[in-house]
């Protein structure tokens, strides 16, 4: 949920399974069957995996070091099969006043952050040099076992578009990709959950020698967090939390608390453009603006729009076009405005039957949604979402949602609303994590995120009274420390981070600081 455009928001959500839950496995009642995997000795080295890994490259030109964690792919069995968790880390340089480890998620489900030590030490100044940095791609991501079903699309997050024809289209297409990883993956999706993540983030921090361990998440990441604390208390030191989920909501159908922070962002951003007419042609009003969204996806449902030249050629229909500018309204910032401009200005000329070119940027962002190029992504942000709660199985439930929310959300009420794979997908083996324990930590929000809105923030601070909400007032942002260049905020995280004080009182950060 933290990665920019298209890849940032599949990163962001997905959807989850039916009723009834089997019986839970539990843990073994003998620690002693995971002691191997606790005190486990870890072989640090190269993170560059071949002559062309360029990321594993970086990252040893940047001192980082890289191993291979072992655990149970099922905790309840934990002497059958194993899986790896890759992790990479940044040893601190000040070692006289070190202060433990940080492990880092960047959200999805799906995200990696084997590459983040870096940047994120970075972001952190003076703290920086003081933490072991360390990243992990959770299990079934990016190096860690990876799971992919072989899905034709990179992601699930499509509207319903504007009839029921639409609709059944993406039923059909929605239970596909459900079938697909069922007939790929079927031993190992029972355990693809975040409840198994944050089982294996213990095992990292066993082996990694901490009593107690820091964290930083983003977005996904904010509830993986969250349920770590709830499975394991008092075992984290400092943790940050950005970009918060109510973790009572997470789930298959979380979008759908985000329809009201999209359409208003959409709606300032109409604003934007409507300044920009000069060049991007798409009205002189915020409604002009609007207006032309709303004939290019009428148009776009009568017969689909061909936008770029071989090799970049796609076809856009209505399932499509929402995706689009739910993906661009990731923050409010000249660049990400910018961008979306442009691609609503090559969706308008495609629509008026011109020919049109494609950005890289564009390019790459139909390429993740459209092709297979990045299925694996797909895949696992599913996984992980059915893994974790029951969806509805009835079709006609998605229906009247859609239906329902047409006229007050036009464009991304039947994206929010529309059936995803975890109405086909199995029971999840266990029930969602409960806030019972309440830990101190650091929750950071935007109150305009499109992504997870700041109620869900708040929720989370009322469930953790200990906690402290640093709110940055006024923004259209999903992911701020470090990322959207507001002073005010970074300042009182690395604060945090630096001295372990959480502030005294709750904090509010000006959009305009920094």
């Not at 985000?258 to 042609?281: F, K, P, V």
């Amino acid at each position: 949920m933290r990665r920019t455009s298209a890849v940032g928001l599949a990163a962001c959500l997905g959807l989850a399974p039916i009723a009834t839950a089997t019986a839970a496995p539990t843990v073994p009642k003998s620690a002693a069957w995971l002691d191997r995997y606790y005190d486990q000795r870890l072989g640090w080295g190269s993170c560059a995996k071949s002559s062309g890994d360029t990321v594993g490259r970086d990252l040893d030109k940047a001192g980082v070091q890289c191993a291979d964690v072992t655990v149970p792919l099922d905790y309840a069995d934990p002497r059958g099969r194993t899986i790896t968790v890759a992790i990479s880390r940044l040893k601190a340089t000040d070692t006289r006043h070190r202060i433990g480890s940080i492990l880092l998620n960047n959200g999805g489900p799906g995200g990696t952050a084997l590459e983040s030590p870096p940047e994120f030490h970075a972001r952190m100044k003076k703290a920086g040099p003081r933490y072991d940095i360390v990243g992990f791609d959770p299990r079934f991501v990016g190096r860690s076992t990876p799971l992919d079903c072989g899905w034709p699309v990179g992601t699930n997050l499509f509207s319903a578009g504007l009839d029921r024809a639409g609709f059944e289209r993406q039923a059909a297409l929605q239970k596909n990709l459900a079938d697909k990883c069922r007939t790929t993956n079927a031993s190992v999706l029972p355990h693809v959950s975040t409840r198994n993540t944050a089982r294996d983030m213990d095992i990292i921090r066993g082996a990694l020698d901490e009593k107690k361990i820091s964290y930083f998440g983003y977005s996904y990441g904010t509830y993986l967090g969250t349920v770590y604390t709830q499975m394991f208390p008092g075992r984290t030191d400092r943790m940050v939390l950005d970009g918060a989920i109510d973790p009572r909501k997470f789930g298959p159908r979380l979008l759908k608390d985000a329809i009201i922070e999209n359409e208003q962002a959409l709606a300032d951003w109409a604003t934007w453009a409507a300044t920009h007419n000069n060049t991007y042609n798409l009205g002189r009003t915020p409604a002009q603006v609007l207006t032309t969204i709303d004939r290019i996806i009428r148009t776009s449902a009568h017969a689909p729009l061909t936008v770029g030249s071989t090799p970049d050629t796609f076809q856009l229909d209505d399932s499509q076009i929402p995706l689009i500018l739910l993906a661009g309204l990731d923050s409010d910032t000249d660049t990400s405005r910018t961008a979306l401009g442009e691609q609503v200005s090559v969706l308008n000329k495609a629509a008026a039957g011109q020919q049109t070119w494609l950005s890289p940027q564009f390019a790459a962002i139909l390429r993740f949604t459209m092709s297979a190029e990045q299925s694996h992504h797909g895949s696992v942000q599913s996984a992980v979402l059915c893994g974790d709660r029951a969806a509805p199985r009835d079709p006609e439930v998605y229906w009247r949602d859609i239906e329902h929310s047409r006229t007050a959300y036009p464009r991304f009420g039947p994206l929010a609303n529309n059936i995803n794979p975890c109405a086909f997908w199995d029971r999840p083996r266990e029930k969602p994590t409960q806030v019972k324990h309440d830990t101190k930590l650091l929750i950071v929000s935007a109150t305009g995120d499109p992504r997870t809105p700041h109620t869900g923030a708040v929720a989370l601070h009322r469930l953790l009274p200990s906690s402290k909400l640093i709110t940055l007032n006024g923004a259209n942002r999903h992911a701020i420390y470090g990322v959207y260049e507001n002073t005010c905020i970074d300042n009182k995280v690395n604060q945090y981070l630096a001295t372990g004080q959480l502030p005294a009182n709750d904090q509010t950060c000006s959009k305009q600081a920094g």
